[in-house]
């Protein structure tokens, strides 16, 4: 929908991701509820002091992440607590009322796309499916050779991808053991400058 916020975080797992088999009405074939794996994320923006030469974290912030269908399924089988992931979806609020009975909201991000962040290490691909990734609203649709025009004229939209009116199996709960990035003194011994900044571009700042 043209309302509809669409936005890229990169993040860390904050507990290991819980995934859920599609419910189907056996009388029907109806699928009632999509395969889905829900993860939760915190993002947390860092800043770079120029006069004490340190990284300092901002507030986190955090998102639940939907995914359904294949995605789900695969972030289920690869994505662990403590992995760093960059996501892509739609973003919406979702109200809940939490096991005290008060109303709450959290913010969740009905993912297209995961993928492991390579900043700070290695991943091996392995493909499960073909196809090719449904464009966002504004993009430009590309064609493979051999299925007409190489560019789609008009400009897709993706389709809700949400369950509607499916309620959430578990109320996500804050991680206390999950450990944000701390700040570093230069002269510590355990300062690793290439860790904050693989790319080495504050080197020169």
Not at 36 to 51: D, L, Q, S
Not at 115 to 132: H, M, P, S
Not at 136 to 165: I, K, N, Y
Not at 172 to 201: L, Q
């Amino acid at each position: 929908m043209a309302n509809d916020t669409y936005l890229s975080v990169r993040g860390w797992v904050a507990a290991q991701p819980v995934y859920y088999e599609e419910k189907v009405d056996e009388t029907t074939g109806e699928v009632l509820m999509p395969a889905a794996a829900f993860v939760r994320i915190g993002v947390t923006p860092r800043y770079f002091n120029r006069e004490k030469r340190i990284y300092i974290d901002g507030v986190t912030s955090w998102y639940a992440v939907r995914a359904y269908g294949q995605l789900g399924k695969n972030v289920s089988t690869c994505v662990t607590r403590g992995n760093p992931l960059l996501v892509r979806g739609r973003l919406m609020t979702r109200p809940y009322i939490d096991k005290d009975g008060n109303e709450r909201s959290e913010q969740t991000i009905i993912a297209d796309s995961i993928g492991i962040d390579l900043t700070t290490g290695i991943a091996q691909y392995r493909k499960t499916v073909n196809g090719t990734l449904a464009p966002l609203p504004g993009e430009m649709h590309m064609r493979s050779a051999g299925q007409g025009d190489d560019v789609d004229a008009s400009f897709e939209v993706d389709p809700d991808t949400d369950a509607a009116g499916a309620q959430d199996p578990a109320d996500y709960v804050e991680d206390p053991d999950f450990v944000m990035a701390s700040e570093v003194a230069e002269d510590d011994p355990s300062y690793d400058s290439t860790r904050e900044d693989p790319a080495g571009v504050l080197a020169h700042v």
